[in-house]
């Protein structure tokens, strides 16, 4: 069974039979209304964002798999703060988190992590936050980073 793994970033909701995904898949065979249906469905809830989106083809039957990753930090960031995009300097801020958003947003991203450790995904999402000129609980996310290894938030963090 030889199989096909296509990878592409899609806007939640929005796959359509062109690009990216027409060009990608295009020489397979494939009925593109059901894909573009089926990925559109399970990616709605992310509305607005980039979603990554994994299709796994069997090139002899046609059948195929979607699996829907998570977006990327910065937007799941940008998402909670109703915020277009990051500031290109982060010395000016675009908006605060509450430190439980932050947490939520590491435990989306904790199965995509290279750690199994949530305090750990937690800071990543801090430093996301920083760079893109958000404060955390109305502080520099580099002191909250401080306080996550000091033990401040880990009644937060089930620790």
Request: hydrophobic fraction near 35%; charged fraction near 25%; charge should be positive.
């Amino acid at each position: 069974m030889p199989k096909k793994i296509v990878r592409v970033l899609i806007e939640g909701g929005k796959a359509t039979p062109g690009p990216p995904l027409g060009p990608a898949l295009g020489g397979l065979g494939l009925n593109m209304g059901q894909i573009v249906k089926e990925i559109n469905e399970k990616t709605s809830s992310y509305s607005g964002m980039r979603v990554p989106v994994e299709i796994e083809v069997d090139t002899e039957t046609k059948k195929f798999e979607i699996r829907v990753g998570t977006p990327p930090t910065s937007m799941l960031i940008l998402r909670e703060l109703k915020a277009e995009k990051g500031s290109s300097d982060a010395s000016k801020k675009i908006g605060n988190l509450k430190m439980e958003t932050v947490v939520n947003i590491a435990k989306m991203k904790l199965a995509s992590s290279n750690t199994p450790e949530l305090k750990q995904v937690v800071k990543q999402v801090l430093g996301t936050a920083l760079s893109m000129g958000v404060t955390v609980e109305g502080k520099d996310p580099r002191e909250v980073q401080r306080e996550v290894d000091s033990g401040a938030w880990d009644k937060l963090l089930g620790g």
